[in-house]
């Protein structure tokens, strides 16, 4: 039985506590700095939108009000049904590609005899004769571009 009027002292209760202490403290300081990082990008988003606002306002007079009447009508082909987006590109049950059944077919071609396909088709192209290219230059520049763009990363960072 311990005396009335003396104080117990835990050590271990008080290291434990002082560890949750030092533990609470870096959390609640990790958290702020996701606070602030969050803001910062939140600023950021803002900011963006404001941008975006004022291009789609900058698009058409009086403040943007005729962007839905203006893409309406591009998709309808500013009335000529030839040039609608339906004629252009089909809907999902019709691909008016002349190459879809040829990528996307039983016998689809792979992506290297599409390159040497398309490179004999268009080598006669009045571009590709001013710029001198040879049948297999010009095959090895769509080869190129085709491979450059394939490495396209929406999600790349710079490491500087």
Do not use: C
């Amino acid at each position: 039985m311990l005396a009335q009027g003396v104080p117990v002292n835990d050590s271990g209760l008080t290291a434990r506590d002082i560890v949750e202490t030092g533990d609470r403290d870096r959390d609640l300081t990790l958290q702020r700095e996701k606070l602030t990082v969050e803001e910062l990008l939140t600023g950021i988003t803002q900011d963006q939108l404001v941008v975006l606002q004022s291009i789609l306002d900058a698009q058409t007079s009086l403040g943007g009000q005729g962007l839905p009447a203006m893409v309406s009508g591009l998709e309808d082909g500013s009335s000529d049904a030839d040039r609608s987006a339906r004629s252009v590109y089909g809907t999902g049950d019709v691909d008016l590609n002349p190459g879809g059944a040829g990528l996307f077919g039983d016998a689809a071609e792979n992506v290297e005899q599409l390159i040497i396909r398309v490179a004999l088709e268009t080598h006669g192209y009045p571009g590709v004769g001013r710029a001198g290219l040879s049948t297999v230059q010009w095959r090895a520049l769509l080869q190129a571009l085709i491979w450059q763009e394939s490495r396209f990363s929406i999600g790349a960072r710079s490491s500087v």
